[in-house]
């Protein structure tokens, strides 16, 4: 049992550093969505892509607190 402990908690580890590119990423596209851009510019379209970048942000920030939650409970 302790070996698939092992593989279940490297797993984990893994989807948190992921998570965190991800974040890092999504940031990025929202600063550079907001360079450049002023409000005449910004189609209906671009929009909706910020609208969802935030929101897939704010699903990754849970999904990595709720992630470190349960890792520093088992330490």
């Known amino acids: 049992m302790s070996g698939e402990f092992g593989r279940l908690r490297a797993a984990v580890e893994r989807l948190v550093e992921a998570q965190r590119e991800a974040l890092e990423?999504?940031?990025?596209?929202?600063d550079a969505e907001g360079e450049g851009l002023d409000g005449e510019e910004r189609s209906g379209a671009s929009e909706r892509l910020e609208d969802a970048l935030v929101d897939v942000r704010d699903i990754l920030e849970g999904a990595l607190d709720d992630a470190q939650d349960a890792l520093q409970g088992e330490a």
Do not use: G
């Not at 990423?25 to 929202?30: E, G, P, Q, S």
């Open 25 to 30: 990423v999504t940031n990025r596209a929202l």
